[in-house]
Every structure is written in structure tokens, then in C-alpha cells.
């Protein structure tokens, strides 16, 4: 079981800072999926930037999401 997402902000250069519920912390750069799927509507940074928290994970106003699974593994963590 991984843990839920509490907070997602919006960096520059499609990066996100992500919280989760354990208190780790961390960023996802999502640069290298954005040309793939759904995925490829928030290359435009304005619609990056409306990144939020639903459930346990992250989505987009365009419908896009992640699976919380997804997330955590791939966030870089704060040391």
C-alpha cells in the first residue's frame, strides 16, 4: 500500500512538489511523459499549473491523473 498524496504544487519546468501523508516529501518531474496519451494536454503550462489533489493522488482540470502507485515511485524524495 503506498501512501496517499496530501499536497501537489505546480514548479516551473513541469516539476511538481508532492506531500504525502507519511510526511516524506519530494518532486516529480513530469517533462518525460507528457508526450504520451491524455497527458499530452498539460504540456501547455497553464494547464499544468491546475495540478490538485483528489482521493489519494493527483489530477488535472483536463481529467488527466496518476495512480498514487505511480507517484510515489517516482518522486524524487527530500533528503
Given at each position: 500500500m503506498?501512501?496517499?498524496?496530501?499536497?501537489?504544487?505546480?514548479?516551473?519546468?513541469y516539476?511538481?512538489?508532492?506531500?504525502?501523508?507519511?510526511?516524506?516529501?519530494?518532486?516529480?518531474?513530469?517533462?518525460?511523459?507528457?508526450?504520451?496519451?491524455?497527458?499530452?494536454?498539460?504540456?501547455?503550462?497553464?494547464?499544468?499549473?491546475?495540478?490538485?489533489?483528489?482521493?489519494?493522488?493527483?489530477?488535472?482540470?483536463?481529467?488527466?491523473?496518476?495512480?498514487?502507485?505511480?507517484?510515489?515511485?517516482?518522486?524524487?524524495?527530500?533528503?
Amino acid at each position: 500500500m503506498y501512501p496517499a498524496v496530501i499536497n501537489v504544487n505546480a514548479l516551473n519546468d513541469y516539476l511538481l512538489r508532492v506531500e504525502f501523508e507519511n510526511g516524506q516529501q519530494g518532486v516529480l518531474d513530469m517533462s518525460p511523459f507528457l508526450t504520451f496519451g491524455v497527458f499530452k494536454q498539460i504540456r501547455n503550462k497553464e494547464q499544468f499549473k491546475q495540478v490538485k489533489v483528489s482521493f489519494d493522488t493527483i489530477e488535472w482540470s483536463s481529467g488527466a491523473d496518476l495512480d498514487p502507485e505511480f507517484v510515489y515511485e517516482k518522486v524524487v524524495f527530500d533528503i
